[in-house]
């Protein structure tokens, strides 16, 4: 009989309880699966006194994860405590630097310092693993990694959080504003009380930056990444995306392109018709273009205890069984600089709504000014209102730079007879 | 420098040729990703002087492929011949005695004799890797047994064979019935000059044997597959389906209840609105049930040579790894016995359309056959013709025993009124 493989979970939240429920639920299957038997030695968290509905009894306890991570208590920790910093990014540090496995949900570590744990992991001789950072129920990081690792990705695009999902398709089904429907999604639990690392786009650019550097081979680039969120899309817009054929998702799209390797996450317009757009509510969905699979496409739940802790127990299953992959696919050290290209040398397709003054020549200046910059019209919606009030005026545009359509918005802000800040979402044409 | 891992290739078609140009195209990337070089030694085929488009003058030629599985001349032996028996099951057999590791897109083979070959390849220690013959571009196998691996797989389903979603999707498009399609997706070469494998449903029945003894760590059981076609789908029935909000779709279908498991494929009513319907034309999608992800969904090419070999090679950088993982997830030797459950003992909701005389009585007889049988109703449509022709009279009826759906079929069969064998339809709620 092998020995055992001790596991240690640092942080018990719903994830940290949830992999213990896992581990023990099927515990006799896994016993089945791998060489080596698993055994949970050890629990950190902060406070020993917080009834978490579970027995703790036959762990080792630590109030202090690092030190659970030093010394020979066990040999795989799991990082369940998140934050980018600080104590996540300290007891990851001294557990590679002890030779033990690391297997952690956090997805801000891996994003801003995903490279240089990677080398200290590779150094050490030892897994990190981090599916569970990623749309916790499916398993995209070993499809990337693994499944379609005889392509050459050349895009992936996907809906990485569940909460402006929710959002989005509530706005859509309801017709409600931003601000209502986070409201509730806060009640329900789909949303934070501090909900902006959702709502601006940060928590879905650093699932892209993880995602972007399993595609490429490249470093995480979480600092390249051109991030908006969703506070500003109205009913309005989507009204008119609706009429258009489209609706809005926010997306995180990395491509690669002749000039280098994009990397955004915004709202975009997809055909209604997309695969993409029929991933509604708290459901994440991942497309994935590879040049000898073609499209295909993952969809499941991206948070939650269950999904989440389902993930980490694959981790630790696969350092059971000793699969030799490196952490982003190749080694860290081959990692190539992703030089991700400046937003404004974007090509794509847009849609703008602005809001003007009903009076005669308006028109005519708009169109002046598209034509000064070269940017070339597709469609246009003119929404009629009350006499006197102000009017929509939406507008698809062809292929563009988008350099250039900002430097256009810029000069119809200017304008007197546009009276708000033009909107502008990316339109995506994606089969 | 460890010694290279060599490669030889048996079968030339399109996946062989396919499997030749992924391999030399990334080659450099594939160096990069795995610790021993790869390198193509020999290839097998029966006409060594057929032009194929690629120049094969490197490589050791055997005109039988056996004798290149013999001997020291490949430590992989890539099977791309296809048929359960005859020289693909000999090769097979031969390589995994010789101790050398098998990859296969060969469902029939692994659908029918992977119990046996599991066994032999796991006492050889080698491995025999079948991701290609499974949805090619959907790294499903891999899914299942590793992302997974965490879950209790209550279920799965899919859309597993191109041609017929590709005959279903163009029939309800267009409104022309099943000849007229399948006439045309033979000269699309999308279905082949005998096209039964496919539309009576055995393609998809190897792959679901596959896929549900993944799932369920059960052997590999073909046979007890209750396996339908797409034959007797007609317009009618497409315009009926889409007027309750139906789409229909071959599905295989693999499920745990509590007498045992369901394996079955046939033609399903699905929501509209369910995922599962969204899968159109040549594309497969396949949707697994897990106790802790709740649903995942996974959609992509499943045929041609650019997604097969894309599995091939995935496979062959998995061995190159050393990815020891047992080829159904748990040693061959642990498969329980499937024990599939007998369909009359499936228990679900049905669509049902009769052909009658437009005559007094008619609607008695049938409300008295579906209440003898204890066979309950949930909605009936009648379409009306000219007067004096017959009348179709469509039914859903609630969840029933399907022994007794039969029976109650048998009865209306029977009737004087009914002039054409009763259409049944199952229908699935998938969420």
Redesign the interface.
């Known amino acids: 009989m092998t020995k055992p493989l001790r596991i240690g979970i640092a942080g018990l939240g719903t994830v940290g309880v949830?992999t213990l429920e896992?581990l023990s639920?099927?515990a006799e299957?896994?016993a089945?699966?791998v060489?080596r038997p698993l055994t949970v030695k050890a629990v950190a968290a902060r406070d020993q006194a917080r009834d978490r509905g579970v027995d703790l009894d036959g762990y080792e306890w630590f109030d202090n994860a690092v030190d659970m991570a030093s010394g020979d208590h066990v040999d795989i920790v799991v990082e369940l405590i998140g934050g980018s910093d600080g104590i996540a990014k300290e007891l990851t540090e001294v557990a590679l630097a002890n030779g033990k496995h690391v297997v952690t949900a956090n997805k801000a570590l891996i994003a801003i310092h995903g490279t240089a744990l990677a080398m200290a992991a590779e150094e050490a001789g030892v897994t990190l693993a981090y599916?569970a950072a990623v749309a916790?129920?499916?398993?995209i990081i070993?499809?990337l990694r693994?499944?379609?690792?005889?392509?050459?990705i050349d895009r992936l695009y996907g809906i990485l959080n569940g909460t402006c999902n929710y959002i989005l398709t509530e706005m859509e089904q309801s017709g409600r504003n931003f601000l209502d429907v986070l409201d509730e999604a806060q009640s329900l639990g789909y949303a934070e009380a501090d909900p902006s690392f959702d709502i601006d786009g940060i928590d879905a650019a650093h699932k892209l930056a993880i995602l972007a550097s399993v595609a490429f081979?490249t470093a995480v680039d979480f600092d390249g990444i051109h991030v908006e969120g969703i506070r500003h899309i109205s009913p309005i817009d989507i009204e008119f995306a609706c009429e258009l054929g489209y609706g809005i998702k926010l997306l995180g799209v990395a491509a690669r392109t002749a000039g280098g390797y994009e990397q955004r996450v915004h709202p975009c317009m997809v055909l209604e018709s997309a695969?993409i757009n029929?991933v509604s509510g708290v459901f994440n969905g991942i497309a994935v273009d590879?040049?000898?699979?073609?499209?295909?496409?993952?969809?499941?739940?991206g948070a939650g205890a269950?999904?989440t802790?389902?993930?980490?127990?694959?981790d630790i299953?696969?350092i059971a069984?000793?699969?030799?992959?490196?952490v982003f696919?190749?080694?860290a050290r081959?990692l190539k600089p992703a030089q991700t290209v400046d937003m404004g040398r974007h090509r794509g397709a847009y849609y703008v709504r602005l809001t003007v003054v009903d009076k005669p020549g308006v028109f005519a200046d708009i169109a002046t000014i598209l034509r000064d910059h070269e940017v070339s019209m597709e469609s246009v919606l003119q929404r009629g209102r009350a006499p006197g009030e102000p009017v929509s005026v939406v507008m698809t545009l062809h292929e563009s730079l988008e350099a250039d359509v900002v430097n256009t918005l810029d000069a119809m802000a200017s304008l007197d007879t546009v009276i708000e800040a033009p909107c502008m979402i990316r339109v995506e044409t994606f089969a």
């Open positions: 949830g896992v639920a099927h299957t896994f089945s699966r060489p599916e916790g129920g499916i398993p070993k499809a693994e499944g379609l690792v005889a392509n050459r081979g695969p029929h590879g040049n000898f699979v073609d499209t295909t496409i993952y969809e499941g739940r269950g999904p802790a389902s993930a980490v127990v694959a299953l696969d069984r000793g699969n030799p992959v490196p696919g190749i080694p081959n």
